[in-house]
Every structure is written in C-alpha cells, then in structure tokens.
C-alpha cells in the first residue's frame, strides 16, 4: 500500500513546515485528502472570513485564508514516499 504525506508551509516570519497528515492508500485517495485538507486546514485564524484556494499541480495548493485584519497563505501539497531504509 502506498503511502503519503500532507504537508503545510507558511513563510510569514517565522517560515513553518508542518506535517498535516499522513495517509496509506492509492493515488485517487490521497488526492482526495489532499483537497479535503486544502479546503479545511487553519491553524492560525480563529474566524476565517474567506478561504481562496489555488492549484499549480496536481500535488499542490497555495490556500489564502483571510480572519479579521489578518491574512495567511500556505502552501499545501502532497508527497509520495518512494523509499525507505531501515
């Protein structure tokens, strides 16, 4: 079984890296977790007013979430693990 992971990059000072999710399953399923976690993923507005979600592939959004007076981008994408040593 495949597997994924979802992460999310702000680089508003301090630039984060954040590991949203990790996920076992086929292409089609990771997609979909993909745009399911670029149409909810907040962890730093409290009331979003407006969320703008923009495709430049297929593995990756830029999501601008707009709160009262503030505004935050992330860039949210997928990758696939293709190895791993033990």
Do not use: C
């Not at 503030?70 to 696939?80: F, R, S, T």
Request: no cysteine; glycine share 4%; net charge negative.
């Amino acid at each position: 079984m495949p597997k994924w992971i979802i992460t999310a990059h702000t680089f508003d000072p301090p630039p984060t890296l954040r590991t949203v999710s990790t996920i076992e399953g086929n292409e089609t399923e990771a997609l979909q977790e993909l745009l399911e976690t670029a149409k909810t993923y907040n962890p730093d507005i409290k009331k979003v007013i407006r969320r703008e979600i923009y495709r430049y592939a297929e593995r990756q959004y830029l999501v601008r979430v707009h709160g009262s007076g503030n505004e935050v981008e992330y860039v949210v994408q997928l990758g696939e693990l293709i190895t791993e040593v033990q």
